[in-house]
Structure formats: structure tokens, C-alpha cells
């Protein structure tokens, strides 16, 4: 791993010191200035001349200020002679902005993907995509993980023999139905309609999930509301016990606090893909670590491995 080089920028610094402790490198320092015209700078401490750099940043909250500090960063790199760049996009907040549902509005995802494309990006490494199309947007490789695996190695330690898996909607069904193979149970999912950011309604649930264990699955949680109008659906069928699952655990305002204090739900667990403040933990969250998956895919990817036969 000798002519690798590591930097992370301000958005997650403790994931990037996970990973570089799995990967057995060091986590190469990043100058953030900002000026009196509240213009940002950024220099990439290390040499990255005809290196294989990793920039790893995920896009949370202030997602603008962490969005643009990565372009920066891209630039950087190109302008020091970096021999690839790779961004590590644990968390790509864009890509819930995947089409245009109304008239006139952006398609986030795909723009930022051009913007980080543009800035000098080689390839990305991303977890857990929003939907699968928000892949194609990017013009450059992109090595797509997920923490299914990680998420079920969690959940096999609970006895299984009458939980169901339920996706909240059925664009998510997909992903829920392939964590029901690995637990080796059964799924079911929620009939959502979304009518604005923090307004959902899940009209019924299909599948039997009556005076049973469920496993709510999503890919992240931001407000909970979802969660909490599919928590009403699952108390109509007199569920016996709720977990709450998902790979990128926003929990924006007191969102962890509410869902702890649901008397339904037993677990809340995620991963660290976003910084969750100490502050914010409850005795019903549980954070699982995804460093060593993405350790194992810049590794890979350093070493021109195949990245897919991790979920062979």
C-alpha cells in the first residue's frame, strides 16, 4: 500500500481514521482555511504526485459546505499530479434527487455528479445509493456497496423464527427482499405515497406481518416520518416487536429521541456512514461500523481486485 494516499475532509474524520486503520496507512492531514469573504480553501497536506488517492467525504449536513470543501479537494489533487483520484462517498445526500417529479425543478443527483466528475474525480466508491438509476449519473466507474451484510450479522443473534422484514415502500423492496434471503425469512412491504419532504402516507402493508417480529428496512432515516406512519400501519395488525434498520442514519432534529421513545420499537440500528453526534445516543441505538467493507474495497480497488466479489 505504499503508493497510496488518504485524506478525508471535514465532514466524517472519524470514519477515514477507521478506515485507515483497517487499510494500515495513515490518514494524511487537509488544511480547510476560510477567508474573510467567507471563500474556503483547501490543501491536501501529503504528496499525491502519481498516487493512488482517496478522498473521503460523505454529503451530510451542512451538505453544501461538505460538498463543496470535496470539489475543492478534487481540484487539489488533479492540480498536485494525483496519479487517480477515487472519491469515497459513504453517504451521497443527492441521490434522493433522482428524477423530476414536478415541473421545473433540478435533478440534483446527476448535476453533483457532473460537478464532482468535472472537479477531477476518477472513480467513485459509494454505499448504499438512494436508487439504483442514481448510479448512471455518474460518466465514471463507480464501485456501488451496501450494508446488508453488515446489518444482518447484527440481527442473527435475535432468534428469527417469526420475524418478517418490511420495507417502508415498495421502490425499497428490492433491497428488503434480498436482507430476507441472508436472514432467511420472509418480507413484506408498505404502500407509501410521499407528498412532500415530511408528509408520507402508507395506506396498508402487503404481506403477513399479523402477531409477528418485524425488521423495518430502509436505506436511511432523516425525520422518521415514514417510519412513524408505518409504525401506525404495523400497530393496526397487533405486531408482537419492531426494529428499526438502516444504512445511513441521518436522525435530523430530536428524530432518534421520538422513535426511541415508541414503546412498539425494541432497536434502532444503522451504520456509520454519518457522524452522529454522542449527544444524541439513546440506550435503543446501536451503530454498526461499515469502515472495514470500505477499507476492503479501496484495497481492492488499489490493487485492481474485483470490488463486486465481496457480495459473491
Known amino acids: 500500500m505504499r503508493d497510496i494516499a488518504v485524506f478525508s475532509g471535514s465532514a466524517h474524520p472519524e470514519l477515514a481514521d477507521e478506515i485507515c486503520l483497517h487499510l494500515g496507512v495513515p490518514l494524511l492531514p487537509t488544511k480547510t482555511s476560510r477567508f474573510a469573504n467567507d471563500c474556503i480553501e483547501v490543501q491536501l497536506q501529503g504528496n499525491c504526485r502519481e498516487r493512488d488517492v482517496f478522498l473521503i467525504q460523505p454529503l451530510v449536513p451542512p451538505t453544501q459546505e461538505n460538498l463543496v470543501e470535496l470539489l475543492f479537494m478534487l481540484d487539489a489533487a488533479r492540480g498536485a ?5 477515487t472519491v469515497v462517498l459513504p453517504h451521497y445526500a443527492y441521490a434522493r ?4 417529479d414536478a415541473p421545473r425543478i433540478s435533478i440534483g443527483g446527476r448535476l453533483v455528479a457532473d460537478l464532482l466528475t468535472t472537479a477531477g474525480a476518477d472513480r467513485v466508491l459509494a454505499m448504499t445509493l438512494h436508487s439504483p438509476q442514481v448510479h448512471g449519473f455518474f460518466n465514471i466507474p463507480v464501485d456501488h456497496l451496501h450494508a446488508l451484510r453488515e446489518l444482518a450479522a447484527h440481527f442473527r443473534r435475535y432468534d428469527l423464527s417469526n420475524t418478517v422484514v418490511v420495507s417502508p415502500d415498495l421502490g425499497n ?3 428488503a427482499a434480498a436482507f430476507a434471503r441472508l436472514l432467511g425469512v420472509d418480507v413484506a412491504a408498505g404502500a407509501k405515497q410521499r407528498f412532500a419532504d415530511d408528509k408520507v402516507v402508507i395506506s396498508t402493508v402487503i404481506g403477513d406481518v399479523t ?4 425488521i423495518v428496512l430502509d436505506d436511511e432515516i432523516a425525520k422518521g416520518s415514514t417510519v412513524f406512519e408505518l409504525l401506525a400501519r404495523l400497530r ?9 434498520a438502516c444504512t445511513h ?3 435530523t432534529n430530536d428524530a432518534i429521541k421520538r422513535l426511541s421513545e415508541e414503546r412498539e420499537i425494541d432497536e434502532i440500528v444503522c451504520t456509520n456512514t454519518v457522524p452522529i453526534p454522542r449527544e444524541k445516543y439513546t440506550e435503543k441505538l446501536t451503530v454498526l461500523s461499515v469502515a472495514p467493507a470500505l477499507a476492503e474495497a479501496m484495497r481492492r480497488i488499489h490493487n485492481g481486485e474485483s470490488v463486486s466479489a465481496l457480495f459473491a
Open 211 to 214: 402477531d409477528r417480529d418485524v
Open 173 to 175: 423492496a428490492k433491497e
Open 249 to 251: 442514519g441521518l436522525f
Open 97 to 100: 434527487s433522482d428524477k423530476k
Open 236 to 244: 393496526d395488525r397487533n405486531v408482537r416487536s419492531v426494529r428499526v
Open 81 to 85: 499530479s494525483a496519479g487517480r483520484i
